[in-house]
Each structure stands twice: as structure tokens, then as C-alpha cells.
């Protein structure tokens, strides 16, 4: 990950700032942002007693607000007896893209779920994004439907962070 931003786990007092991000996500994709209770249930299922995500923000030096986040959650495969990370969002402000965030975001989510054992990394794209299809398909993703659904199975997981064996993809 380039030195030019960080990652960290959002923290409850982090919710307005994550908020505002889920909400020019929303805008972006043409829905309606969270409402009041909304808000709140995301409180409780993000830093709650029973936490259903996780919430990674990305910050750029300098610059008090994130520029970027992903929030993910666990899923499981009774196939393979292993638990798959789910990247639900990812978001990076329009001023702080081309600047490598969503592929560190991403490969944070790659290293998440290699340290939890997962044996995959999906996420969706709506059909007209075009951008996050391009990033998801040149990191090695593979595109499903009209909600394009991008899984990274272990051995890209391992690929990226370098762990495992070393393949041609």
C-alpha cells in the first residue's frame, strides 16, 4: 500500500464520518442514503454487542475527513466448510480517486479475510460502473451477473499478498 494513505478500522466515534461517506455512496448509485434509523441500527450492528460488518476508512495525509471506506461482513460456504469475506461497499470521493485507494482497500480486504481463513472475496458492481468493474476484473475477479458479482478465491487472495504459491495469472 502506497505511503500516500492509511487504513484503519472505523471506530463508533468514526459514525458521522462514515455516515456522510454511505451517504454520496447512496447518491452515487442513484438510491436513497440512510435514514435516521438506519443510522441507527448501523450503530448498533457496526459497534454493538452482536457486530454484523466491519468498517475500514481510508485517510490521505493532511486531510481530516476519509477519503474512502469499505465495510465487509463474513458469509459462509457449506460447500467448502470455510467462512467468505463480502465487501457490502467501497467508496472513495471522487477528489482521491486514481491515487491507488480502492486497490489498497481492496487488498486490505484481501488480507482480512486471508487472516480469517476465508476462501473467498466477493463484492457486486452495478451494471453501468464500469470503473469498479475494470479494478475488480484487472486484480483477478471473476464477473457474474447484472449485479456483477467479483469473487477472489484463495489462491488470488494469496496471490496479491504474496503468500502461497507464486502463479501466472
Not at 467462512?83 to 484481501?110: A, H, S
Not at 476462501?119 to 469498479?132: F, H, I, K, P, Q
Amino acid at each position: 500500500m502506497p505511503d500516500a494513505f492509511s487504513i484503519r478500522r472505523a471506530e463508533r466515534d468514526d459514525a458521522p464520518a462514515l455516515f456522510e461517506l454511505l451517504r454520496e455512496l447512496a447518491l452515487f448509485e442513484h438510491l436513497p442514503p440512510p435514514d435516521k434509523e438506519a443510522r441507527a441500527r448501523l450503530l448498533e450492528d457496526g459497534w454493538g454487542e452482536r457486530k454484523r460488518f466491519d468498517a475500514y476508512l481510508a485517510f490521505v495525509p493532511e486531510y481530516e475527513e476519509p477519503a474512502g471506506f469499505c465495510l465487509i461482513f463474513e458469509t459462509y460456504s457449506s460447500f467448502m466448510a470455510r467462512p467468505r469475506l463480502f465487501i457490502e461497499d467501497l467508496y472513495v470521493r471522487p477528489d482521491f480517486r486514481r491515487r491507488g485507494i480502492g486497490t489498497g482497500l481492496i487488498k486490505w480486504c484481501l488480507a482480512q479475510a486471508h487472516e480469517r481463513g476465508c476462501s473467498r472475496v466477493e463484492c457486486m458492481g452495478l451494471d453501468w460502473n464500469s470503473s469498479a468493474q475494470d479494478l475488480y476484473t484487472k486484480l483477478g475477479a471473476h464477473q457474474f451477473f447484472e449485479w456483477f458479482l467479483f469473487r477472489f478465491e484463495r489462491r488470488m487472495i494469496e496471490h496479491h499478498l504474496g503468500v502461497g504459491p507464486k502463479r501466472r495469472f
